[in-house]
């Protein structure tokens, strides 16, 4: 008997052939896959930089299938704002986790978006500085142990968590921002959706666009990958609440980005 058989998932042309080199649990290979879909998806390989600095994603390079430069610590929307200004045409996005984008690299951060440069940026929330050691972030939750607060984050000594998103929505350049997860199959869903959103938003020339993923960092946390996912949604999620922070492009409220 002849069966007709249909291909309904596989690699995406913007991943190589390589291995990740990520913690058992962590959530950048997943989100790696997402970003990768949605270059397949609108077309866009051929067009995309990828900018990613120091961090767990350091070594992006060797997994997206796309060009790709470095930046130093904390200045990867610097150099996606130089790159995007002598080939306007391409698509540019920066990596960054939330050690990178919301600490050192604040202030590119926040003149980028309000400047509107019209780049990407990637932003993974895992709460710790994930390859120095699991010391605290300015996303580290109250309370949360690391190795820098081995009694737990205490707001009154250093202060509260950086709700670095929502900062991002006063700027008058930002123009897309949300925040989704990686601990389900319905938020892996949501954010493959606003990444998609995002590039749409560079794609029509709109602004800023961000996208922060709250994602697991079992290694750091203490923790197996289970506890990890389940850690980000019910833990997480009450500090980063969920949700479309800033939309001007309309995709998100008219469904344009599915």
Known sequence: MTT????????????????????PGCG?????????EVIDELD???????????????LAYNYFDVDMGEAPHGRALAVATGIKRVRPDSIVFTYQGDGDI??????????????????TAIFINNGVYGMTGGQMAPTTLPGQRSTTTPKGRDI??????????AMLA??????????TGVFSPKSIRQTKKAIRNAFKTQAAGLGFSLVEILSPCPTNWK???????KWVENEMTKTFPLGTIKDTTGFASQGRGR
């Open 4 to 23: 007709n058989l249909k291909t309904v998932f596989e690699r995406p042309q913007s991943l190589k052939q390589a291995t990740f080199h990520y913690c």
């Open 28 to 36: 950048h290979s997943i989100v790696h896959r997402l970003v990768a």
């Open 44 to 58: 866009l390989q051929g067009r995309c930089i990828g900018v990613p600095p120091a961090g767990c994603a350091v």
């Open 102 to 119: 919301a600490a050192i690299g604040t202030s590119e951060t926040i003149h980028a978006a309000n400047r509107g440069e019209n780049i």
């Open 156 to 165: 009154a000594a250093d202060g509260a968590p950086l709700d670095l998103t």
């Open 170 to 179: 006063s700027c008058k350049g930002s123009a897309y921002l949300e925040r």
């Open 223 to 229: 923790m197996d990958a289970l506890s990890g996912f």
